[in-house]
């Protein structure tokens, strides 16, 4: 069975761009969760989408934004890229709210 | 406020070494706490979910238990392939369902 996958793997983006994050979750599993993790930090929760719908966001500014398209996959959108947005971005998905989640292996984002 | 703490920051066995990570947390409304494996530049790996005080589940080598206060890794016996960073995950529905994550315990050990 084939697990959570992100695309792309790494990536390279200037200050200022915008950038469009893409997780296919497993299959049968309805929420997608983002989350970021900077270099030598914890993971810091960024939203969680569960049926199309966002449910939850953390406490990120709205430049951060995603959504949930009918077949569960999900996008994970950051407008006007700074810096410190230099991180590895996680997608993670589960068959309902409470329970495990499981990750892809992350997306790295660079700017510079 | 809800908080996870991970102790020690980082541990460093030699092989065959016993030894036990903690997972010390302040929520209120448990649902469940979650131990994963994360290898440098991955994804977490999932490793047990505990639900309630009491409950252990093992895996080859691991051993995770729980307490209403705390959580134990326990690692018997460790190979240089079980050095990881160990993160700790609670989730709690109070005030909104999240899931909040420790910082980790960086795992080394020595052949």
């Known amino acids: 069975e084939a697990g959570v996958t992100q695309s792309p793997t790494h990536l390279i983006k200037t200050r200022g761009q915008q950038v469009t994050l893409r997780c296919s979750p497993i299959?049968?599993?309805?929420?997608v969760y983002w989350y970021q993790q900077a270099l030598g930090l914890g993971l810091q929760f960024l939203l969680w989408?569960?049926?199309?719908?966002?449910?939850n966001r953390g406490n990120f500014p709205p430049r951060f934004s995603g959504r949930q398209f009918p077949n569960y996959s999900s996008e994970l959108n950051v407008n006007a890229l700074e810096l410190e947005d230099s991180a590895l971005y996680l997608c993670?998905?589960?068959?309902?709210?409470?329970?495990?989640?499981?990750f892809g292996q992350g997306t790295r984002l660079t700017v510079v | 406020e809800d908080q996870v703490t991970q102790s020690p920051e980082a541990l460093r066995l030699q092989e065959g070494e016993s030894s036990s990570l903690n997972c010390s947390y302040t929520v209120s409304g448990l649902r469940g706490l979650f131990w994963y494996r994360q290898d440098p530049g991955k994804g977490p790996e999932f490793l047990f979910t505990l639900y309630s005080a009491g409950e252990e589940k093992e895996k080859e080598r691991l051993k995770a238990t729980l307490t209403k206060k705390e959580s134990f890794l326990h690692i018997t016996a460790p190979k240089p392939e079980d050095s990881a960073t160990y993160l700790c995950a609670v989730q709690t529905n109070t005030g909104g369902f999240k899931t909040i994550f420790g910082a980790g315990t960086r795992l080394f050990v020595k052949a």
């Open positions: 993670a998905s589960s068959p309902g709210s409470y329970t495990e989640a499981f």
């Open positions: 299959s049968g599993h309805t929420s």
């Open positions: 989408y569960d049926e199309g719908e966002e449910r």
